[in-house]
């Protein structure tokens, strides 16, 4: 660039304190504002944190801005799913049959300290907290701020404004608002919402349970996970309806109604949880919602990121993972188009909208999938059919899960598209009886290409009939 542009950027949550980041990186002067105070100096959003699955498509961003090695200390690799059913007995499902593939279990907290810790350190980022954007004019990049503890409003303008602000996002409710172009808009809530519990850590200073798992208890219409933490503690979040059938948030409105509950449906869990009550009463029950929207762009002058642009539920864990790869994107056209911000991001949405769309769909189909069929068996057969076809043919094989989780060359459309289509063909395979004793590990795989092969292309073939 000729001269130092100016980037401001709304929301110092993780995806806004990495963009900072690496817009300081790149060479602009960049300010930083957050609505809520400096969470390195107090504690906020206790009990609405759901732990972060953090995997390949976010270490893309990390490793752009330089901080793979540090992000690798604050994860706890989680290798599987540790299925919890009804009579207590657990079994593991892997994500992959290839060693170095597995999520990781990371605070949300912990890794948005060591993001601005790195932003504190470039010259070119100032970082302003406590401050709540009340509107932004478009045209010209000008956003307005008020301070919380004086009150005094302030009005900033730069050359170029980003909304990292999250599902409220105060620069989305101004491109709604702004009523000179087409902006569509839409908000669908799931009929559950999530409560965070906990397990304390054991008397030792270890892991009540298994450490490196992501654990689900699976009970068909509702759920609960547990991702670990570094001081041997767990996460557990209750996924439940709001109101609809005879356990839901609504009905469990005394002690004895939420013992009750836990003594049917997680007793294992409930032997862990010596603090339920306390935190049961006191964290709060939060929605669970989807978020599209376009453009998310306008005038050269504004753009929407992460869940500011795209929010999902977390049930694939990809929301923060594709938030960073939103970075990743913005920043290779950024290399193609440095100087035009109106051909960055149409090129970004252009590319970036179908795959955030995607999944979005998938993360409600996963929802689905973790609350009622892990425990199926058709559902345990097709996972070790799909962990075998891995571990013997990792080069042959990748599941759906692989496909969006590790795969990071792959779009999340064209993962989403194969996936789908895989699952399928698999299930069918199953219901039907094509799998036979007398079939070797790779005969199996060979009759799953086929058909996966046959119904892609019938696919392709309704697809082309309904352009044509």
Known sequence: MKNQEHILIIGAGLCGSLLALRMAQRGYKVTLMEKRPDLRKEVIDRGRSI???????????????????????????MRGRMIHNTEGEQFMSPYSGRDHEYIN??????????????????????????????GVTLETAEATFEDHNTKKTTTYRADVVMGA??????????MLDHR????????????????????PPAADGGYLVEKNALHIWPRGKDMMIALP???????????????????????????????????REFPDALALMPHLLEEFKANPT??????????????????????????????????????????HVLDKYIDQHEGDWKAIFKAYQDERKEDTDAIA???????HEMKAHTARPIFQEK?????????????????????????????????????????????????????????????KLDLVKQETRKMLHDDEVVEGLEED
């Not at 732990?51 to 270490?59: E, I, K, Q, V």
């Not at 990371?106 to 954007?133: A, P, Y």
């Not at 769909?361 to 929802?367: E, P, W």
Request: glycine residues 8%; proline residues 3%; hydrophobic residues 40%.
């Open 229 to 263: 933490n570094l001081d041997g503690s767990f996460t557990v979040t209750l996924f439940l309806s709001w109101e609809e059938g005879t356990d839901s948030f609504e009905s469990l409105d005394t002690d004895e109604a939420v013992i009750d509950y836990f003594q």
């Open 180 to 199: 000179k172009f087409l902006f569509s808009y839409g908000q669908d809530f799931l009929t559950h919402g999530y409560k965070e519990l906990s397990f």
């Open 165 to 174: 602000d999250g599902v409220g996002s105060a620069l989305r409710k101004s």
């Open 51 to 77: 732990n972060l699955a953090f995997s390949d498509r976010g270490m893309k961003g990390l490793r752009l801005a330089g901080l793979e090695e540090k992000v690798l200390p604050l994860c706890i690799p």
């Open 286 to 327: 939060s929605p669970l919602g989807t978020i599209k929207c376009s453009p998310w762009h306008a005038y050269g002058k504004v753009l929407l990121l992460g869940d500011a642009a795209h929010g999902i539920v977390p049930f694939y864990g990809q929301g923060m993972n594709s938030a960073f790869e939103d970075i």
């Open 383 to 443: 996972r070790k059919l799909e962990i075998a076809f891995e571990e013997q043919f990792p080069k042959e094989y990748f599941s759906k899960y692989s496909l969006v989780t590790f795969r990071e060359d792959l779009r999340y459309s064209e993962a989403m598209r194969r996936g789908r289509v895989q699952d399928k063909a698999i299930l069918n395979l199953i219901h039907d009886g094509k799998f036979t004793e007398a079939m070797s590990l790779h005969d």
């Open 361 to 367: 769909d998938l993360a409600v189909d996963n929802f």
């Open 105 to 134: 279990s990371i605070s949300r907290e912990d890794l948005n300290v060591m993001l601005l810790d790195e932003c504190e350190k470039m010259t070119d980022i100032t970082m302003l907290f406590n401050q709540k954007c009340t």
